[in-house]
């Protein structure tokens, strides 16, 4: 079973015989619930993945692809919401498996076809309750975007 596993993730994650995972993600617009009598406006949500900095400013939503390992800068993931007199809301995940981090801190649920994922994250404070969503395609069912896709996996405790 370890064996089985191990194999699933290593043709998942070297797919082209280097380690490289490629998949789109869009921008769904945000929600805002009503706190202490006030809904917040989303101004702007700001997407940044190993070099790629990608601002959506509530407009029409594109696809955008992403290639990880990055390359391209300083490795890491940041997602940001600014709200109208509220000011920004950060959450920073660093080094090399950051966009991991930030993709398994989503809510995630299955999209419209197995390679689909929708991704919700939530900022929360005393004056604000807001989810950013976006959709990753992952362009193939195997990928490592499912919820539990590392967290199943247990190096056996010895080898015989």
């Not at 939503?61 to 300083?74: C, E, L, N, Q, V």
């Not at 966009?99 to 994250?121: C, H, M, P, T």
């Not at 807001?130 to 539990?148: C, E, H, M, Q, W």
Request: glycine share 8%; proline share 5%.
């Amino acid at each position: 079973m370890h064996l089985k596993r191990a194999d699933d993730i290593s043709s998942t994650l070297f797919k082209t015989g280097d380690l490289n995972v490629s998949c789109k993600l869009k921008p769904r617009l945000p929600e805002s619930k009503i706190v202490n009598g006030q809904k917040p406006i989303v101004e702007q949500v700001n997407l940044y993945v190993d070099g790629i900095d990608e601002p959506y400013r509530m407009g029409a939503a594109f696809w955008k692809d992403y290639s990880w390992p990055g390359g391209r800068g300083t490795p890491g993931a940041r997602l940001s919401v600014a709200m109208r007199g509220l000011g920004t809301d950060t959450k920073t995940y660093n080094g090399d498996w950051a966009f991991f981090k930030l993709v398994s801190d989503a809510s995630i649920s299955r999209g419209e076809s197995s390679s689909q994922y929708n991704l919700n994250w939530f900022f929360t404070k005393n004056n604000y309750d807001v989810t950013v969503s976006y959709i990753l395609n992952a362009g193939s069912s195997r990928n490592p975007f499912s919820k539990d896709f590392f967290s199943s996996f247990n190096l056996p405790d010895k080898i015989n």
